[in-house]
Nanobody
């Protein structure tokens, strides 16, 4: 089992930046995928960004060019740098992880472990 703890959410004006961090309770296996998903009020949870074991990142179209996902294996941490934030980026952001080799998709089904979520509000 892996526990994921997010931090870094908050309120920001449109055009601003926030950095989210996710710390895992242990090192993930070599084939792990870690991602961020978000859920806007009244909407389904959707993938935002994910990074696989080779460090290859994948982004949802609405955030391409604005968000950057990165990982620090030494500290079991994955970060999401969010720039040029828009009101439509508002939602609860969840860190998620999977240790199933070869799977790293921007979808709920791809992940096994979940954090508790952190709120991001853009006005």
């Amino acid at each position: 089992h892996v526990q994921l703890v997010e931090s870094g959410g908050g309120s920001v004006q449109a055009g601003g930046s926030l950095r989210l961090s996710c710390v895992a309770s242990r090192s993930l296996y070599s084939g792990a995928c870690v991602g961020w998903l978000r859920q806007a009020p009244g909407k389904e949870r959707v993938g935002v960004a994910a990074i696989d074991s080779d460090g290859i990142a994948n982004y949802a179209d609405p955030v391409k060019g604005r968000f950057t996902i990165s990982k620090d294996n030494a500290n079991n941490t994955v970060n999401l740098m969010m720039n040029s934030l828009k009101p439509e980026d508002t939602g609860t952001y969840y860190c998620a992880a999977s240790e199933r080799s070869g799977i790293c998709a921007l979808a709920e089904w791809a992940f096994t472990y979940w954090g508790q979520g952190t709120q991001v509000t853009v006005s």
